[in-house]
């Protein structure tokens, strides 16, 4: 690894790539700060005797400003601090034959450590595996973890990208969080950010060129992957998405908004970093996924024997939109161009991407390619997450406004739909706790961060900016913990109970189907809220699903029986389905 300090037998050398300034001191925790050797390309390097893991350092830049290492790996004083070297081959693997599982086994499970549980950390998160394992999860997703500035966030204004943050524990606690995991079947996969750095304790442009104005992103300049200085940042972030996948044996990784990395070189970053990335891991099975907002289904091209060659699949928000759009009825912003498309969510189902080239009036352009040669597991689908509740005005989930029976009708679609499914977490008991968006910057950037939400989501109908909650305030950060005592309530248990028989028919009905399976058929014309989809099986026959997301009977081309019935919900009668039913069949034609 080029970056960070690299320890020996007598030491430990501390290295920053600093081409913008003519010299660097380093100053370990009380003495005097040491000038570095320049070496080539911008480096700085100096090697200390006596140093090794606990040594507590900073860097000196020739303004007398003390700037934390970029690739520290722990800030226990946040990310204005002093960094720490730490030796993460001390901590010994209980499993060390752990290669992860195969893609079309998961079920994600979406999780912010903060909140997930009372305490907040790493090492308490621990003690609520058993419980994912029982349920039926076989892969937790973390919301980004790299160090961020403050007491709680998000995490997607990270600045140090290699240093999970001191709130959530030491490194050394997210290893055997990681190791429990695998001790139990489970993945652990990492959400990241590579498209932007936040704003508060972002010190890199002050001594390397970080951004470049040929490139805008929704956060200001674009980081500069593709310049004639660039190298050195590709490196930066492609060995970070490595180190976590190596170091601490990360079955894979969710890269966040990956539109909004721009680059024009012969090789995509994004190209670069899942060769690599694959490379690394060797024959484990690791799982490369993206958020992108363009639709671009060439990143998750596939071989000739189905497996992924770069990015294994897509968060598609697609699917919720659809599923969304017709069970609450909302109609603003983009919901508009999903409740204006009758087979807008029997396309989001059978082939992933609602819009495959087709103009988008949201957008004002067209969106998207074309799904054909892709299979149903490239493609994740929820009906929430973290920025369809948090970015919502008041954090609410969708159990807060709809009827017990429609959330159950929802699960009962994407459960087990061959698409991957991803719960977010609370969801399987029915948690009704709402999920704010919070953060904790300094005072300047926290009003910042007030007006632009408030004025945001003042633009959605019915919205009273009275009523916001500060997304700065502790309070809001309190009440987005899970509260565990609520899955108790005889509601919370049934709702338990009903995801976890779900899960159960999927892993031992569906999973077995997948291998192969060609995107779905829409049958027939199916309006808004029902659909009629087979997807075409390896074997032979299809896998059936026949729904009405409504409250109106509606009638379907074909009648519904016994033979091959996976799962039922709801009724029918002749070629009429029952308002909210759901029935899943496996035919042998």
């Known amino acids: 690894m080029k970056f960070g300090p690299v320890i020996s037998d007598t030491g430990v050398t501390f290295r920053l790539w600093a081409p913008l300034v003519d010299s660097v001191a380093l100053k370990l925790d009380g003495h005097e700060p040491q000038p570095m050797h320049q070496g080539a390309d911008g480096w700085h390097e100096l090697e200390v005797a006596g140093a090794a893991a606990g040594t507590s350092y900073r860097f000196v830049l020739p303004d007398g400003l003390h700037v934390p290492d970029p690739a520290s790996l722990f800030q226990p004083q946040d990310v204005h601090g002093f960094s720490e070297v730490v030796d993460l081959a001390r901590y010994r693997w209980k499993t060390e034959a752990w290669l992860g599982r195969p893609w079309e086994e998961t079920v994600l499970y979406e999780l912010h450590v903060g909140t997930f549980t009372e305490e907040g950390t790493f090492l308490a998160a621990i003690r609520r595996l058993d419980h994912l394992a029982r349920l039926g999860v076989t892969a937790i997703q973390l919301m980004p973890v790299a160090d961020f500035p403050g007491r709680y966030g998000w995490g997607y204004d990270g600045v140090l990208p290699y240093a999970p943050d001191s709130s959530y524990g030491r490194p050394e606690h997210l290893m055997p969080l990681v190791d429990a995991a695998h001790e139990r079947g ?29 490139h805008k992103t929704p956060w200001g300049k ?6 004639a200085t660039a190298l050195p940042m590709r490196e930066f972030v492609i060995q970070n998405a490595i180190h976590w996948v190596t170091a601490f044996r990360l079955d894979g990784l969710r890269l966040d908004a990956v539109h909004a990395i721009k680059d024009s070189s012969e090789e995509h970053l994004l190209l670069e970093l899942a060769r690599r990335v694959r490379a690394a891991a060797g024959t484990r099975h690791v799982h490369l996924i993206v958020e992108n907002e363009e639709n671009d289904s060439d990143l998750l091209k596939r071989a000739s024997d189905g497996k992924a060659t770069l990015f294994t699949a897509q968060w598609n928000d697609d699917i919720h939109h659809t599923l969304h759009v017709a069970t609450t009825g909302e109609r603003f912003g983009y919901y508009a161009d999903y409740a204006e498309d009758s087979e807008a969510m029997a396309r989001s189902l059978a082939e992933g991407f609602v819009f495959q080239g087709q103009h988008m009036p949201y957008r004002g352009d067209s969106r998207g390619k074309s799904t054909r040669d892709l299979p149903p597991t490239a493609f994740v689908s929820f009906i929430q997450n973290h920025d369809q509740i948090g970015n919502r005005a008041m954090g609410d989930r969708i159990i807060a406004a709809q009827p017990v029976h429609i959330v159950k009708a929802l699960a009962a679609v994407y459960l087990l739909a061959p698409q991957i499914p991803m719960l977010f977490m609370g969801e399987e008991w029915g948690a009704r706790d709402a999920f704010p968006y919070f953060c904790d910057l300094n005072d300047e950037l926290n009003e910042m961060v007030r007006k632009g939400r408030r004025e945001e989501l003042s633009r959605l109908p019915g919205f009273d900016a009275d009523d916001l909650l500060d997304p700065t305030a502790p309070s809001t950060f309190e009440m987005a913990k899970l509260d565990w005592s609520s899955m108790n309530e005889p509601a919370a248990a049934a709702m338990h109970d009903f995801y976890a028989a779900l899960l159960a028919i999927r892993h031992q009905k569906i999973v077995p189907l997948l291998t192969g399976m060609r995107r779905g058929e829409i049958i027939a014309p199916s309006g808004l809220t029902a659909v009629a989809i087979d997807w075409p099986l390896a074997t032979g026959g299809h896998l059936r699903l026949r729904a009405n997301l409504g409250n109106e009977t509606v009638a379907t081309d074909t009648l519904m029986d016994d033979t091959g019935m996976l799962f039922s919900l709801g009724s029918s009668s002749g070629g009429n389905l029952s308002p909210w039913s759901v029935f899943w069949s496996v035919s042998s034609d």
Do not use: E, M, Q
């Open 222 to 227: 674009g980081i500069d992957y593709d310049g």
């Open 186 to 214: 489970i993945s652990v996969l990492l959400d990241v950010v590579y498209n932007h750095f936040g704003p508060d304790g972002n010190y890199l442009p002050l001594y390397a060129p970080l951004f470049t104005d040929r």
